[in-house]
């Protein structure tokens, strides 16, 4: 008879722990409305970057595998595409377009280059003595685009790229990801997050900066306004209060009861932030950060959402692995 006591008991026990951590508020509450929808793909590789043509209804999708993928509705339905690399086997990792002008680079050094929105692309000669493999290509205007190795090299062009200058003496070594503010700015984070790196035009190299926690740093980036935000281990999110990188705010912990890991983070406006992470998980805030939701509705989405983009508050997009694709459709609740 103790032994059934004392199971009721340990049962008892668990049941009030559990009832204590959820009135806590460790748990988030659901989102009210879902504004996602899944796009169905013609494949399921890898995707790692979304651009669109000046034209909004076109747009391109690039991955692994040299997969190339064209949209004329918006990004509602996708269609292959090929270009002919001679059967080289390529991983496209970046797409970016000015007006009709587009770039795609990819590994091993392989860039793309179009000026009638991908009707046509000329594949760009790049030299074997560029230091790390095309990473980032950022098309800034007429003829005009910056590109990153994944060693932190920076390149530019204005001529459509005929001859790049290297806008920095020295590489700041192997990344796990890298952002560039429209001034011109950049940041990184080292490999395995133990710091991250500034650069801003005019600089001879990247400035290091040691964490401000004893969390590994996943991913960087900024803000409109020049302000930082930094994802780290753990389900934390930080923001600077100026664009200084000593002037971090007290950091947040959105979902405390859980340790999904925050993979990227995105603003669809001034204070509606998108946050995503592994296993489907989907958070946002509506007032800046100081309160957060999550979207329980992608949850069953078997897949980790590793980037989410906002082209415009109303066009907005969620790369996943195995293909996964995510549009973002404004809902009535939100309009």
């Known amino acids: 008879m103790q032994p059934i006591v004392k199971i009721f ?62 949209s004329n509705d918006g990004g509602e339905t996708w269609q292959l595409r090929e270009v002919d690399l001679d059967d080289e086997k390529v991983r496209f990792t970046s797409v970016s ?5 587009g770039w795609i680079v990819g590994e091993p050094s392989i860039l793309l280059h179009t000026t009638d929105e991908g009707k046509s692309w000329s594949r760009i000669p790049l030299s074997p003595k560029l230091p790390g493999k095309p990473n980032q290509i950022f098309a800034l205007g007429p003829q005009s685009a910056e590109m990153t190795t994944d060693v932190g090299a920076i390149y530019q062009t204005q001529d459509g790229g005929s001859t790049w200058k290297a806008m920095v003496q020295e590489a700041v070594g192997v990344f796990r990801n890298i952002s560039r503010s429209p001034e011109g700015q950049y940041v990184t ?7 991250y790196s500034t650069w ?23 803000l409109a306004d020049g302000r930082l935000w930094m994802l780290a281990r753990g389900g934390q999110i930080q923001f600077t209060n100026s664009p200084s990188t000593e002037d971090w705010a007290d950091p947040l912990y959105p979902e405390k009861s ?78």
């Open 189 to 195: 984070v080292s490999a395995k997050g133990n710091f």
């Open 9 to 70: 008991q340990r049962f008892v026990t668990l049941l009030a722990i559990v009832v204590l951590c959820t009135s806590c508020g460790g748990y988030l509450p659901d989102l009210s409305y879902n504004p996602w929808k899944v796009v169905q793909l013609p494949s399921d590789k890898i995707l790692l970057d979304i651009g669109f043509t000046g034209n909004p209804a076109h747009g391109w999708l690039v991955g692994s595998e040299g997969t190339l993928l064209e």
């Open 200 to 222: 801003e035009p005019g600089q001879q190299a990247w400035t290091p900066h040691n964490r401000n926690s004893s969390r590994r740093v996943q991913n960087m980036g900024f």
């Open 258 to 335: 859980t340790s999904w890991g925050l993979l990227d983070l995105s603003y669809r406006t001034p204070e509606e932030i998108w946050v995503t992470g592994g296993s489907g998980n989907l958070l946002c805030s509506l007032d800046g950060g100081k309160t957060w939701q999550k979207d329980r509705e992608v949850e069953n989405v078997a897949s980790n959402f590793y980037k989410v983009i906002f082209l415009s508050p109303e066009k907005g997009f969620i790369i996943g692995q195995n293909g996964v694709l995510l549009k973002y459709q404004e809902p009535a609740q939100a309009a």
């Open 97 to 101: 377009f000015s007006g009709q002008e």
